[in-house]
């Protein structure tokens, strides 16, 4: 019933060239990307220090003991140098309410009002005029 069949291969048995030629001449099927924007969590500074990074690459470190990110990098020769960076939230402040308008701290009273009103009364009022022709005080009356 499980007899060998022409052409197909159980593991374990050994493969001869032709099976050899047949499985490497199969089309590679595209491995997925990996998504890059993974973060990498390590636990305090001596974590960041020991992380290994390939040459000529930089790497974000995310603290998880503290508000604190590495950027580790390495330089083409291998030499590793590490930047920390603190992070905070950043909040939107609130918008203060509206108060109710004051009244104004400039105004006058009624008693300066009055005296200003009587001021320009005085300024605005006009003098008799006296008639074009006065009588004279020796001249008669008639």
Same mark, same amino acid.
């Given at each position: 019933?499980?007899? @060998?069949?022409?052409?197909? @291969?159980?593991?374990?048995?050994?493969?001869?060239?032709?099976? =050899?030629?047949?499985?490497?001449?199969?089309?590679?099927?595209?491995?997925?990307?990996? /998504? =890059?924007?993974?973060? &990498?969590? !390590? =636990?305090?500074?001596?974590?960041?220090?020991?992380?290994?990074? +390939? +040459?000529?690459? %930089? !790497?974000?470190?995310?603290? %998880?003991?503290?508000?604190? &990110? @590495? &950027?580790?990098?390495?330089?083409? %020769?291998?030499?590793?140098?590490?930047? !920390?960076?603190? *992070?905070?939230?950043?909040?939107?402040? =609130? $918008?203060?309410?509206?108060?109710?308008?004051? /009244?104004? !701290?400039? *105004?006058?009273?009624?008693?300066?009002?009055?005296?200003?009103?009587?001021?320009?009364?005085?300024?605005?009022?006009?003098? +008799?005029?006296? %008639?074009?022709?006065? +009588?004279? $005080?020796?001249?008669?009356?008639?």
């Amino acid at each position: 019933m499980y007899g @060998y069949q022409p052409g197909y @291969y159980m593991p374990g048995q050994p493969m001869g060239q032709l099976e =050899q030629l047949r499985t490497n001449q199969q089309p590679m099927m595209p491995q997925p990307a990996r /998504p =890059q924007n993974q973060m &990498i969590w !390590v =636990q305090g500074e001596s974590g960041a220090k020991s992380y290994m990074v +390939a +040459a000529g690459n %930089s !790497v974000p470190l995310w603290d %998880s003991e503290r508000q604190t &990110i @590495y &950027i580790k990098s390495c330089d083409a %020769s291998g030499m590793p140098s590490m930047r !920390v960076l603190d *992070y905070v939230e950043r909040t939107v402040p =609130q $918008p203060k309410p509206v108060a109710a308008a004051a /009244p104004a !701290v400039d *105004y006058v009273t009624r008693e300066e009002f009055n005296a200003l009103s009587a001021r320009i009364d005085a300024m605005n009022a006009k003098p +008799a005029k006296a %008639s074009k022709k006065e +009588a004279a $005080p020796d001249e008669p009356a008639v």
